[in-house]
């Protein structure tokens, strides 16, 4: 039994239903409110965010392009992918595969990872991160596109720099860093 598991934990009664809290329905290519956010060539979509689930998780639908994805770095939370389209090739701790349309990775807390896009076609993910407290990072950093697969704007290398170095600023705060390449990544 996993002593972190909900039955490993002592036995009281279930919570009333909190009434403050409502149903969510999430449509990514639809949904009023959601917002989609360009980062670092990919597109993220905000179905769930913390504040829909009392921070347990949120919950972000990526669209990432030929040679996209995030460099290598690690965080003080689990995160999860599931391939919806596509493919993407994972690294975690320095070892590769091939993460398929249907297939699913859990992330540990603290493990450097990384994925990307080596294929010719764009791939479409939902990831889960919990706590919640990704989406705010993507909030602060992303750029608001019009659709789930809409790019982000192009810029210039003086913007791109000074969002590497709001990005950097900002990471402390979310309990992530990212690491250089090299032996376990």
Known sequence: MNPNSITAQSITPV???NLLRNLTVADP??????????????????LLSGGDTNGRYC???MHVPPGGGPPPH?????????V???????TFRGKK??????????????APHCFTNASQQ??????????????????????PVATRTAPAPATDEAT?????????????????EMIGAGPGQ
Do not use: W
């Open 84 to 90: 919806l389209e596509g493919e993407i090739e994972a």
């Open 74 to 82: 690690r965080h003080d939370f689990e995160e999860s992918f599931t």
């Open 59 to 61: 919950l972000i639908d």
């Open 29 to 46: 290519d639809h949904g009023p409110g959601l917002c989609h956010l360009g980062i670092a060539g990919d597109t993220y979509t905000i």
């Open 160 to 176: 791109q720099a000074a969002l590497m170095a709001k990005i950097l600023g900002l990471l402390p705060k979310y309990r992530t």
């Open 15 to 17: 919570p009333a239903d």
């Open 97 to 110: 595969s091939t993460v398929r349309a249907g297939q699913t990775i859990s992330i540990p807390a603290n």
């Open 122 to 143: 764009p791939a479409r993910l939902l990831c889960i991160c919990a706590p919640a407290g990704q989406e705010e990072l993507f909030l602060a950093v992303g750029v």
